[in-house]
């Protein structure tokens, strides 16, 4: 889909003290960044969109991701598993639902005030 790639994080470096997960390298610079830990399964999480890209780390769990370019019309579903990566571009409406216990990682290249200011809702997934 346009706007939109998903990709495997790499392990870059491991040795006897430690290893380093290689998440994005350049892709966006980010300006916030979250953890969500998700409580219960089958809850959707967004059912909105941005003016601006955003970056999502699968550090645990699994999920299931609709997304929908709003200017191509392109809408595309996803199975997501840890160490997945996805990058939404601008205008990228996103929903999805994922597995109790799924720890994600989140950023965005926009500082995030509140839903009210940066979210443009929409209702792709019900």
Same mark, same amino acid.
């Given at each position: 889909?346009? &706007?939109?790639? =998903?990709?495997?994080?790499?392990?870059? /470096?491991?040795? %006897?003290?430690?290893? =380093?997960? +290689?998440?994005?390298?350049?892709?966006?610079?980010?300006?916030?960044?979250?953890?969500?830990?998700?409580?219960?399964?089958?809850?959707?999480? &967004?059912?909105?969109?941005?003016?601006?890209? %955003?970056?999502?780390?699968?550090?645990? &769990? /699994?999920?299931?991701?609709?997304?929908?370019?709003?200017?191509?019309? %392109?809408? +595309?579903?996803?199975?997501?598993?840890?160490?997945?990566?996805?990058?939404?571009?601008?205008?990228?409406?996103?929903?999805?639902?994922?597995? %109790?216990?799924?720890?994600?990682?989140?950023?965005?290249? +926009?500082?995030?005030?509140?839903?009210?200011?940066?979210?443009?809702?929409?209702? =792709?997934? +019900?």
């Amino acid at each position: 889909m346009k &706007g939109v790639f =998903i990709k495997k994080a790499v392990l870059v /470096s491991d040795d %006897e003290r430690r290893n =380093i997960i +290689e998440i994005m390298n350049g892709d966006m610079n980010v300006k916030n960044l979250k953890i969500l830990n998700v409580k219960k399964s089958k809850l959707i999480l &967004g059912n909105h969109w941005h003016p601006y890209a %955003e970056l999502m780390y699968v550090l645990k &769990g /699994s999920g299931h991701y609709h997304m929908y370019n709003i200017d191509t019309k %392109e809408f +595309e579903d996803f199975d997501l598993v840890e160490g997945d990566v996805v990058y939404r571009g601008p205008r990228i409406s996103h929903a999805g639902y994922f597995t %109790e216990g799924s720890i994600l990682i989140d950023g965005a290249c +926009e500082t995030y005030v509140s839903a009210d200011f940066n979210d443009i809702k929409d209702v =792709i997934m +019900e």
